[in-house]
C-alpha cells in the first residue's frame, strides 16, 4: 500500500541553523500538507501546496518557512533559522484532490529538536 | 485559540465494551469533521469523517455522531479491541478554511484485554 514517508525521523539542531525537513509524497497525490505537533499540544496546520506554489498557509508558517518540491517526487519544508520554540513533530501529508472529502494521508513525522 | 477541543486526554475500555471519544468545536461555520488514530512512532491515520448534512456515520465498528446544535461529536468504537489502543485526534475544517483542518488536543484510548 503506497504511504507518505518522511526523512529525517529525528533532527536535532542548534538554535540559528537551518533545517530541511524531507516528504515523499504518495506518487499520484497532488495535494500536499505540513503540521506540526508540539509535544503534549494538538496538531497544527502550518501550510498546503498545490501545482508548484503555496495554496494555504497558517499564522505560524512565517518568513522563517518555506516549502518546496524540487523534483517530481520530494516536498520539502524548510526553516530557515531555527528557534527553541520550533521543536515538535512536523508531519507531512498529501492528498489526491482538494475536495473537502478527500483524505490527507499522513508521514511518520519527523521529530524536530532545536537546542 | 483552541476551536477543537477533546477534554479528555485518555480513556480505558475493557475489551468488547464500548469506547465513546468525545470532541468539542467552537466555530459554528465547521461543517466537517474527520476522526484520525494515531499510533507512536506513525503519522495519524484517518478514521472516519462526517459532514454537517449528517448526523451520523457508520463504517464497521466506528459510528461517529454529529450534533450540530451542541457542537459536539464523538466517535463509537463498539466492540473494542485491544488493537483500537492509540490516541484519536478528532479534526474540522470549514468552506473558507479550505483544507486547513483544525486538530483536538487528542485522547489516548487504552483497550484493556
Known amino acids: 500500500e503506497p504511504e507518505v514517508t518522511q526523512t529525517p525521523s529525528h533532527q536535532v539542531t542548534q538554535m540559528g541553523q537551518e533545517v530541511i525537513l524531507r516528504c515523499v509524497p504518495i506518487?499520484?497525490?497532488?495535494?500536499f500538507y505540513w503540521y506540526r505537533q508540539i509535544l503534549g499540544q494538538k496538531v497544527e496546520f502550518l501550510v498546503s501546496?498545490?501545482?508548484?506554489?503555496?495554496?494555504?498557509k497558517s499564522e505560524i508558517f512565517d518568513d522563517q518557512f518555506s516549502v518546496e518540491r524540487p523534483d517530481g517526487s520530494n516536498f520539502t519544508l524548510k526553516i530557515r533559522s531555527t528557534k527553541l520554540e520550533d521543536s515538535a513533530m512536523y508531519f507531512c501529508?498529501?492528498?489526491?484532490?482538494?475536495?473537502?472529502?478527500?483524505?490527507?494521508?499522513f508521514g511518520p513525522g519527523t521529530r524536530l529538536t532545536v537546542l | 485559540d483552541q476551536q477543537v477541543k477533546q477534554n479528555s486526554p485518555s480513556l480505558s475500555v475493557q475489551e468488547g465494551r464500548i469506547s465513546i471519544l468525545n470532541c468539542d468545536y467552537t466555530?459554528?461555520?465547521?461543517?466537517?469533521f474527520l476522526w484520525y488514530k494515531k499510533y507512536p512512532a506513525e503519522g495519524p491515520t484517518f478514521l472516519i469523517s462526517?459532514?454537517?448534512?449528517?448526523d451520523k456515520n457508520e463504517d464497521g465498528r466506528f459510528t461517529v455522531f454529529l450534533n450540530k446544535s451542541a457542537k459536539h461529536l464523538s466517535l463509537h468504537i463498539v466492540p473494542s479491541q485491544p488493537g483500537d489502543s492509540a490516541v484519536y485526534f478528532c479534526?474540522?475544517?470549514?468552506?473558507?478554511?479550505?483544507?486547513?483542518?483544525?486538530f483536538g488536543t487528542g485522547t489516548s484510548l487504552t483497550v484493556i484485554p
Open positions: 501546496f498545490y501545482n508548484n506554489e503555496i495554496s494555504e
Open positions: 479534526a474540522a475544517s470549514a468552506q473558507n478554511t479550505g483544507n486547513q483542518f483544525y
Open positions: 462526517i459532514s454537517s448534512i449528517k
Open positions: 501529508a498529501s492528498g489526491i484532490t482538494s475536495k473537502r472529502l478527500n483524505e490527507q494521508f
Open positions: 466555530n459554528s461555520m465547521f461543517d466537517y
Open positions: 506518487s499520484n497525490h497532488l495535494y
